[in-house]
């Protein structure tokens, strides 16, 4: 019972933190040419993640070190390969069905604010919540899981996942369309996979942070390619 209301607040307290951040996020405005809105949402993420895996260190057990490099080459080229492999594959199908859009941050973001504000800002404070902290207070359910590609995937690392991916349904409201957000959610969740199994397998935070940070490396680039474009 006692391990039932504790999966059962991480879920709700999850869900609750990234509400909150949501709509702090666009309540907010910061008036500023350089800092986003988003930076808004990520900062109420960041520390109330914080605060929950403070107020719970007991049952979320927080770690986080910087790793050896040998080990998070592995990660790293998994993350960047399924992020090319995922994407191409969905956007192969919507594509033919009217995909074509781009996602609304990079349409007017600098690449520095890119890098800046998404592939570490916001890596860090998605981290925090969906691997740091709903992961780990869903420990208890370690035992079960499934395999996939001859690879044990634990329940926690799943409904993580699945929790990371579908909060990317959010982009329904700067007005992109639903093919586009399928994508993303399809994407979001794949990587959320490789984010937890290896922040499980290493019992270490970081490791999801690095996974998701190579996720979002292609925005960078695809932020700078847009403003190469718009020179010519």
């Known amino acids: 019972m006692k391990n039932n209301k504790q999966i059962g607040y991480g879920l709700i307290i999850t869900i609750g933190i990234f509400a909150l951040s949501a709509l702090a996020g666009s309540i907010l405005n910061l008036n500023s040419a350089f800092i986003p809105n988003s930076f808004v949402t990520h900062t109420f993420m960041l520390f109330l993640s914080i605060g929950m895996i403070y107020s719970f260190r007991r049952e979320v057990n927080y770690k986080i070190s910087i ?6 080459i592995k990660p790293i080229l998994l993350g960047l390969l399924a992020t090319i492999v995922v994407n ?3 956007v192969a199908i919507t594509g033919t069905m009217g995909d074509q859009e781009t ?5 007017n973001a600098h690449p520095f604010q890119v890098f800046l504000f998404i592939f570490i800002y916001a890596s860090i404070a998605e981290e925090l919540l969906f691997r740091g902290f709903l992961l780990n207070i869903l420990k208890p359910l370690k035992a079960k899981g499934i395999d996939i590609l001859k690879r044990r995937v634990s329940l926690p690392v799943i409904i993580s996942a699945v929790a990371f991916g579908l909060a ?3 982009l329904i409201t700067t ?3 639903g093919l586009f957000i399928l994508r993303v959610v399809v994407f979001a969740t794949v990587l959320g996979l490789i984010a937890g199994y ?8 970081a490791f999801a942070i690095l996974v998701h ?3 979002n490396l292609f ?3 695809g932020a700078i390619m847009m403003s190469v474009n718009s020179y010519l």
Not at 67 to 72: A, M, S, T, W
Not at 198 to 204: H, L, S, T, V
Request: hydrophobic letters at 45%; aromatic letters at 12%; a positive charge.
């Open 67 to 72: 790793p050896k490099f040998k080990k998070i």
């Open 88 to 90: 191409l594959f969905i």
């Open 103 to 107: 996602h609304p941050v990079l349409l």
């Open 168 to 170: 990317h349904l959010i």
């Open 175 to 177: 007005g992109v369309g």
């Open 198 to 205: 290896y922040q499980e397998k290493y019992d270490n935070n």
């Open 213 to 215: 940070m190579a996720g």
């Open 219 to 221: 925005g960078v680039i």
